[in-house]
């Protein structure tokens, strides 16, 4: 089951944001970092892309560039918002090619996963 919105929460213990519709990003393709127990993968960290990351996460054999129009997936580019599993993002981290996060639009459960110390040393969205 599907968690609206109005019951998700972000991990700075507010109502879940957005996290972007173009492309359209999110396990259930909602535009925000929703979860379920189907998300086995824990799409919860809401980044922007770089190509960095892009390049780092290919090598790690999950090449998020290429399109794949049979599963509805346009490819990224740098720039792009994008739901991230969150221990893709933590492995990432360590090996200091995180992409960027949005934190209002960062699931809860990502801490599962990330501190959240480093992902507001990456944030966009502090003021």
Known sequence: MVS???EAVNVLGEILE????????G???DGCCNTGPDDLGLHVVCVVVTDRFL?????QGNDL???RPEFGFPGLKEGDSWCLCAARWQEAN???SAPKVKLRSTHLKALKHC???DLKRHAIDLS
């Open 65 to 67: 560039s290429t399109p």
């Open 18 to 25: 957005s996290c972007g519709s173009d492309p359209k990003t």
């Open 27 to 29: 396990f259930y393709r």
């Open 94 to 96: 360590e090996a200091d």
């Open 55 to 59: 390049a780092f996460s290919s090598a």
């Open 4 to 6: 609206s919105k109005a």
């Open 115 to 117: 501190a959240l110390d």
